[in-house]
Every structure is written in C-alpha cells, then in structure tokens.
C-alpha cells in the first residue's frame, strides 16, 4: 500500500528529528525504534481519517508479564496515570492471552509536530520506562526489553 503524502511527510520528520537528536535507530518501513537503558521507544506515524496523521510513541516497559494473579497492575496503572504527565500505561495480551506486554504510550499531531514536542515524548517516555520497569516487575514479574 502507498503511503499518503501527509504520512511520507511525518515519516521524514521524524527521520530528520532522530538526527537533530543524534539517536541511533532501527527501522522497518512502517516504524523507527531508539532503545534507551532498559527499554526501547517505537516511533510509529500512521495514517489518522483522511488526511490527518498522528505519531505513537510507545515505550516497551515489560515483557511476558502474566496477568492470572496481576490483577492488582491494573489498580497500580491507575496510580501511574495520576502521577505521570506523559503517556498512558496498559497491559496488551500475546497471541496466547495468558501473557502479555507493558507499554506506555503516548500519541502526537504529525501535522503540528514540532522538534520540541517530539524530544519531550521520546525523553519523558523513556525515562519513565525506564523508572517504572524495575519497579512494576519486582511486583508483576516479566523482563525488561534490555533482558529479552
């Protein structure tokens, strides 16, 4: 599928806003990856009705976390989602359902997305991550991204 204009347009800012920062990064056609202490940030612009884009930026906290006796991580989000500005955190289950991944994630404008915005999501995500993953996996168990 071609992208649209708007969207190859969002995939060069952010290729040009992770060489502005001097990050190093993985991408594919659809994402970019910058990995940071224990975690790793996706940057992924998408397509949003017709002709808007958005840009999810998505901190890996844990992975393979079980949910059958983690009930108590979703009242702990909830306590995140107070303190924290940026992001919003959730539990996303693996094809088997048993297990699954924490994320925090956090979505921009791609029309509007400026270089300052852009830092402050990568920067505030990943070292919320990496605060919150040592933390929520001595309670929840799972493994940090650096650990996979």
Do not use: C
Request: no cysteine.
């Amino acid at each position: 599928m071609e992208l649209s204009e708007e969207l190859q347009t969002l995939h060069s800012k952010v290729q040009r806003y992770l060489r502005e920062m001097d990050l190093e990064y993985s991408a594919n056609k659809d994402w970019y990856r910058v990995q940071h202490q224990s975690t790793a940030i996706i940057l992924h612009p998408l397509q949003w009705h017709d002709q808007d884009t958005i840009l999810k930026v998505v901190a890996i906290v844990l992975l393979g976390v079980k949910k059958a006796g983690n009930e108590a991580m979703f009242e702990e989000f909830s306590r995140i989602h107070e303190e924290y500005v940026f992001g919003k955190i959730f539990w996303k289950p693996d094809d088997d359902k048993t297990t699954g991944n924490i994320y925090l994630e956090h979505n921009l404008l791609g029309e509007t997305l400026d270089f300052d915005q852009f830092k402050s999501a990568i920067v505030s995500l990943a070292l919320t991550a990496d605060e919150l993953d040592d933390a929520l996996k001595a309670k929840f168990g799972g493994k940090r991204f650096a650990d996979d």
